[in-house]
């Protein structure tokens, strides 16, 4: 049976690492496009996004998560997700399917990418969250749940098999 969407999910791999190869604006458009099709709580589409391509602002943006945040530098360009928290407590599911988008759009490009967390995590000075609204003007009333790190993929990661699914972890009707 054909399934693309499965071809793409195989293939695609948290990248660390990344090449000095930068991402055309076109490609960065088109994942971004993808993400805004990414389906929200009662349809309210609260997730917005910074694209950062400014290596300093990206140092800078790794600099607000005291562990794990200097994994972005490197990259060509982070996206920034954030989420409009007045529509309510699904905030983390639309952010985060969001999200999921932009990882599986920037593998059909071939492009590397890797979730960075940030809700609840801790700057040098404040929360991650706090940190990274001071430094790019995000207003109140928002909150940060991840970065997303795009570039060209240094390294190497092996595609996952069929076989190496737990079929197990599948349940129909009961546990």
Not at 32 to 42: D, H, I, N, Q, R
Not at 62 to 81: F, T
Not at 143 to 159: H, P, Q, R, S, Y
Request: charged share 30%; net charge positive; proline share 2%.
């Amino acid at each position: 049976m054909d399934n693309q969407l499965l071809e793409l999910t195989l293939k695609r791999r948290s990248v660390r690492r990344y090449i000095n190869e930068v991402i055309s604006p076109d490609i960065i458009n088109e994942i971004m496009k993808v993400a805004l099709t990414a389906p929200s709580s009662f349809g309210h589409r609260p997730v917005e996004f910074i694209v950062v391509k400014d290596k300093n602002k990206i140092k800078k943006l790794a600099d607000c998560k005291s562990w794990g945040g200097s994994q972005i530098i490197g990259a060509d360009a982070i996206v920034v997700v954030f989420v409009k928290l007045e529509r309510g407590e699904f905030w983390i599911e639309d952010g985060a399917i969001a999200s999921s988008y932009i990882l599986l759009a920037a593998e059909q490009y071939n492009i590397g990418a890797c979730w960075v967390h940030i809700r609840n995590r801790n700057g040098s000075r404040k929360s991650s969250d706090e940190e990274i609204r001071e430094l790019l003007n995000i207003p109140n009333g928002y909150a940060v749940l991840n970065l997303i790190a795009l570039g060209g993929k240094g390294e190497d990661k092996k595609a996952y098999k069929e076989s190496d699914f737990d079929l197990n972890k599948i349940h129909y009707e009961k546990f």
